[in-house]
């Protein structure tokens, strides 16, 4: 419905496992988004990416790596998580980095078991 | 980005209008109002946005004061499908690099038959 899918919807992984999340936009934005959502807490952002370079990364720990091969496609690269990392991970779009809305996708639920 | 203060939970009958209050006592001249919402493990769902005058759109209005120091979001006819959370964010247009969308905790909206 918004235009921005995201694959699987939901993940169980162990802490050894190495998973993506995938991120795909339809609208012919030129900036996308990673934030997490963990319970009961608000929305974080991690990365952004405008125009494929990243501009922002939040302190986010190393065995979170974001990957943006071209301005539809954005992919978080998972390895050696934690279950503290268990979360709602959502990719959001916007025209560009400095465009006044983003579109959200639905979300991948993530276990880390 | 200034800081705003929403209440934790609201109640609305369905059919009645649902009139969602936030407070953004420091915002500055050049800083936005938006409203998202989030319904149950979906993504954040843009609804609306303005600097000082009254919006209004398919989905909502929003009333902000003259003083800007609040405002609120009004659904006229609220449907079960509008129970969610709504972020109230207050954000500076083209400041930098990136707009970022600062969520706080947000007022859940139940709507009730």
């Known amino acids: 419905e918004t235009g921005v899918t995201q694959t699987p919807r939901h993940l169980v992984m162990g802490m050894t496992n190495k998973k993506s999340l995938k991120c795909e936009q339809h609208?012919?934005?030129?900036?996308m988004y990673w934030y997490k959502q963990s319970a009961k807490k608000p929305l974080e952002l991690m990365f952004v990416?405008?125009?494929?370079?990243?501009?922002e990364n939040n302190s986010v720990p190393s065995r979170f790596s974001p990957e943006c091969p071209n301005s539809s496609h954005l992919f978080l690269h998972l390895h050696t998580l934690q279950p503290e990392d268990s979360a709602l991970y959502l990719c959001?779009?916007?025209?560009?980095?400095?465009?006044?809305?983003?579109?959200f996708g639905p979300g991948t639920r993530l276990t880390v078991l | 980005d200034a800081k705003t203060t929403q209440p934790t939970s609201m109640d609305c009958a369905e059919g009645r209008a649902a009139n969602l209050p936030c407070n953004h006592s420091?915002?500055?001249?050049?800083?936005?109002v938006y409203w998202y919402r989030q319904i149950h493990s979906q993504g954040p769902q843009y609804i609306i946005h303005?600097?000082?005058n009254n919006e209004t759109n398919e989905m909502a209005s929003l009333i902000i004061t003259e003083d800007r120091k609040s405002s609120t979001l009004i659904l006229p006819h609220a449907t079960l499908r509008d129970t969610a959370v709504y972020y109230c964010?207050?954000?500076?247009?083209?400041?930098?690099?990136?707009?970022?969308?600062?969520f706080g905790t947000g007022t859940l909206l139940a709507v009730q038959p």
């Open positions: 303005g600097l000082k």
């Open positions: 609208l012919g934005h030129n900036a």
């Open positions: 959001a779009s916007s025209q560009d980095s400095r465009a006044d809305t983003q579109y």
């Open positions: 964010i207050v954000r500076f247009l083209y400041g930098g690099a990136t707009n970022k969308l600062i």
């Open positions: 990416y405008n125009f494929k370079e990243q501009t």
């Open positions: 420091t915002i500055s001249g050049n800083e936005y």
